[in-house]
T-cell receptor
């Protein structure tokens, strides 16, 4: 089964700083990759996804992620974060019939 | 609004009691999933279903049972609740292009 590692547990940034959250996965087959966001007290919402084609994918709210197959990575980026980006971010990998999530990265953006 | 509905939203159980969590979706999705979310551990897959009448084990299935008698419903059962099952439970449904999550059930076992 696939597994996902998110190395940053808690990231604290000031507004307008750039963001990069790491995600590495292990799986021997074809994978679909996702980033989800969970705002405080809410359920998960899809930020972006990668299935094939251009390895640089753009999502909602200015987020993007780059799939690097040789590194088994799918890092999330945003050039300039806002206070409203404070949330928990989850990387997920879908292989076969199920989706596995990383442990999550909590992002705190200070105004 | 189309989506995934979970009931109940909150529940407190005593150790040894049983309960069933209901997940209902109206998007005609084949795939449905139950996850639990615990601090620092992300979401862990309990059980899932790839269609009506089918179920399969995920990462942490022990202590839970599921049923998918109707395509739109996926039930998660706890036969004898334990404090270790205190968690937030999320249901999701979807296809390969991504999942839609319910709003969660916060379960406390005392």
């Amino acid at each position: 089964a696939q597994s996902v590692s998110q190395h940053n547990h808690h990231v604290i940034l000031s507004e307008a700083a750039s963001l990069e959250l790491g995600c590495n996965y292990s799986y021997g087959g074809t994978v679909n990759l996702f980033w989800y966001v969970q705002y405080p007290g809410q359920h998960l919402q899809l930020l972006l996804k990668y299935f094939s084609g251009d390895p640089l994918v753009k999502g909602i709210k200015g987020f993007e992620a780059e799939f690097i197959k040789s590194k088994f990575s799918f890092n999330l980026r945003k050039p300039s974060v806002q206070w409203s980006d404070t949330a928990e971010y989850f990387c997920a990998v879908r292989g076969n019939n199920d989706m596995r999530f990383g442990a999550g990265t909590r992002l705190t953006v200070k105004p | 609004n189309a989506g995934v509905t979970q009931t109940p939203k909150f529940r407190v159980l005593k150790t040894g009691q049983s309960m069933t969590l209901l997940c209902a979706q109206d998007m005609n999705h084949e795939y449905m999933y139950w996850y639990r979310q615990d601090p620092g551990m992300g979401l862990r897959l309990i059980h899932y279903s790839v269609g009506e009448g089918t179920t399969a084990k995920g990462e942490v299935p022990d202590g839970y049972n599921v049923s998918r008698l109707k395509k739109q419903n996926f039930l998660l059962g706890l036969e004898s609740a334990a404090p270790s099952q205190t968690s937030v439970y999320f249901c999701a449904s979807g296809q390969i292009y991504g999942y839609t999550f319910g709003s969660g059930t916060r379960l406390t076992v005392v």
